[in-house]
């Protein structure tokens, strides 16, 4: 495999401090509760979801096939988020860029996950408070290039529009129920993994920083991405 020096690719990245927060919503969807609280370590988080231009030095320097939508022409410009990989090719480039780098990054947890996209706000439905996003669905707006939503309390960007964001965790819908109250790590068991954020595609149903999605780990869609989180 090339080495590629890490400037470029390591990403800008906010750090989430230690502590607790109140997970889940009691005025959303079933998967999200009980609201309960959570303590989660603290850790960092990339500002933003990882770019074309980012992957693109990772699929020049490994043999990784690259993404089903990488010729689209519609994510084609350099600081759109990457879009059609798979939870195994969102684990293969953190791996990737904790060699470059020397550094454990890795897809975040959903409770990590959450308590980024809240920035530090309790009780508030999006990053910025409770007022909505603009409802896109049915437009079939363009996917926009990183920073068009934030910064929110922990600096970090597109935390509810732009693309879904794997997580690490398997996904149950009756996960909360059982969790533990310390650094979840997501059920042992099941097939679907995690996703948080809302996509260009459907801004609105699942951009809450509670709102819950999974998908089958090998699937590709074009609304799908992921960023990096740092264990510190």
């Given at each position: 495999?090339?080495?590629?020096?890490?400037?470029?690719?390591?990403?800008?990245?906010?750090?989430?401090?230690?502590?607790?927060?109140?997970?889940g919503s009691e005025a959303g969807r079933?998967?999200?509760?009980?609201?309960?609280?959570?303590?989660?370590?603290a850790f960092g988080m990339a500002k933003y979801p990882v770019r074309r231009r980012e992957y693109a030095v990772f699929l020049q320097a490994t043999v990784h096939p690259s993404t089903k939508f990488w010729d689209d022409p519609r994510f084609q410009l350099p600081n759109q988020p990457v879009v059609g990989s798979s939870w195994f090719d969102a684990v293969a480039y953190c791996e990737w860029l904790s060699g470059q780098t020397h550094k454990l990054y890795r897809l975040p947890t959903e409770a990590e996950r959450e308590k980024a996209a809240r920035g530090g706000l309790e009780g508030c439905d999006y990053p910025w408070g409770n007022e909505p996003p603009e409802d896109l669905r049915g437009v079939n707006p363009p996917l926009e290039e990183v920073g068009t939503e934030g910064p929110n309390g922990y600096g970090l960007y597109n935390m509810a529009v732009g693309v879904h964001e794997w997580c690490s965790d398997r996904y149950s819908a009756s996960y909360y129920a059982a969790s533990p109250d310390r650094n979840?790590?997501?059920?042992?068991?099941?097939?679907?993994r995690a996703a948080r954020g809302g996509s260009w595609r459907h801004a609105i149903r699942y951009s809450r920083c509670a709102g819950r999605s999974?998908?089958?780990p090998e699937k590709t869609f074009n609304d799908f991405g992921f960023r990096c989180a740092l264990t510190l």
């Open positions: 495999l090339i080495m590629v020096p890490p400037h470029g690719v390591e990403p800008d990245r906010g750090t989430i401090p230690a502590g607790t927060f109140l997970m079933d998967d999200e509760k009980p609201v309960h609280s959570v303590w989660v370590d979840p790590q997501g059920p042992s068991g099941g097939n679907r999974s998908l089958g």
